[in-house]
Structures are given as structure tokens and as C-alpha cells.
């Protein structure tokens, strides 16, 4: 498993990155690809999934083994798209989609047209989202006054009135910007667009995963704990709960059930083994 697994992240995981803007189906069938890759598993021989997609797909200190999921990897080039159409507005192949779909204003509230291209679909599905991350550095006229005309495209009535009986900033700190909200350099991350848009689904760090990780071995042997730390070593319990096998016996001591913790600490047959290294 450990040498598939290096060759899906080398591999298969960075298709999206390469093609860049892949469909939702597409995304979906890479992934599945992907997993079916890792498990093993084919439509001869089909395998057991014993680790689901989530899980797998978590950052590593939370128990994970740093997949990304392909359509949450994709996303983030189609709102770097949107970003870019807003904040490059002099671009030649912005001011070309503009006229192409008839984008008048700067900042509009939907994009969807009734004949567009898959990329343009996939981009006005996501564009509430993208209007959503959107933060203004500076929301001035030439006059060094509130643009009540930018304000309003932001924010509510009630929230525009307020921040219009604040004093607004000085001029001299610079021109308007949009800036994308997660980071501070006016710029656009894939990398944090898709922590945060995930990161509602990251499991709870753990100091065990961080001492496998850490560990100087070869990759088979932090496959090994990482799988005894999700509890799905292949024991005959786990056989047991897939009705692959009716007796979840350890073999060996026959004292109890076979489970992962029974396999590398209390069987009989290691105790000498542990004594050893733990006097
Ligand atoms: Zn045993």
C-alpha cells in the first residue's frame, strides 16, 4: 500500500494541478480512481476500503496521509478565474469575456447567462462564493470620501449607513484594492483557498500522528501506524466486522479477540518482546 500510495500523490493528485479547471464529474471519477488506486482495488478484484475518503484526506497531524480532494484542489483555479476577472479589469482576455458575456459592472451579482461554456458554469456557480472572499482595502472617491457606490455593493443598507458616519481613512495611504480575504498581499493562494474552504471538515490534531510522521523509516512502516492508529489493521476482528471470517480469535494466544492493539501490545506472544524493550 505504501508504494501506491507514493504513486497517487506523485501521480493521480496532481492532474488537476497540471490541466488545471477539470468538471465536477471528472473531478469525482479521478478521485474515485484515486481511491481504488490506494486500496488495491479493481473491478476483477475488488477490495475493502478500510479508511474512508475523509479521513484520508485530512491534513497528516489530524490523522490524515495529505490527499486533497480533486474537486476541492480544482476549485480554487476557477475563483482565482473570478478574482482575477474583477481585479484585472484592463487585461485583454478579461475585457474579451466581458464583452463575450456582457459584463458591465464590476462586481455583478450573477453572472449566469443563458449560453455559456462549462468553464463559464462552473465559474457562476461558484461566483457568490468568490464575491463572499472578496475584501475592499479602501473604499474611497477621489474626493477622500466614502464610495457609497462600491460600499452598497458589499454590504447591506444598514451596514453602509454606519460606516458612513465613520471619518474614513486618509487618501494618502493609497488607491482602492480588492483583495482576496484570506491573505494580507492583495493576492490570490490556491493553497489557502482550499484550507479554508475545507477546513470546517479537518478532524482534531493529535501529537500521535506527529510522532509517526516524525519517525526515520521507511514509508511502509508509517503506512503500518497510521493505519494501527486509525484501528484498521486487516485483524481478524476487522475480517469478522466485513463477514469476511465468523471467528475474531487472535490465533496465536486464542485468549482474545484479535484486534490492533492485541496485535502489536498485549497478545502473549509479544510480551517477552516488549520486556525488552520496555524493562
Ligand atoms: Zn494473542
Redesign the pocket.
Known sequence: MAGRVTLAKAVLSAIPMQTMMLLKGLCRDIGSVIRRFIWGSSSDSPKIFHINWEAICQLTDRGGIGFQKVYGQNLPFIQKLGYLLITRPQALWVRLLHEKYRINEMLPNSVVRTNYSPLWRALSNTWKDIKANLAWSLVLNNQGSWDISKLSLVFMTDATRHILGIKPHDPQAGPDLCAWRWITDQGFELKSSYSTRIATCWEDSSSLWNHIWKLQVPQQIWIFLWLAGRQKLMTNLEHCKHSLMDNSN?P?????D?TTL?TIR????LQQIWHRIVP
Open positions: 487472535c496465536i494466544c486464542h485468549r482474545a484479535e492485541h498485549d497478545c502473549d506472544s
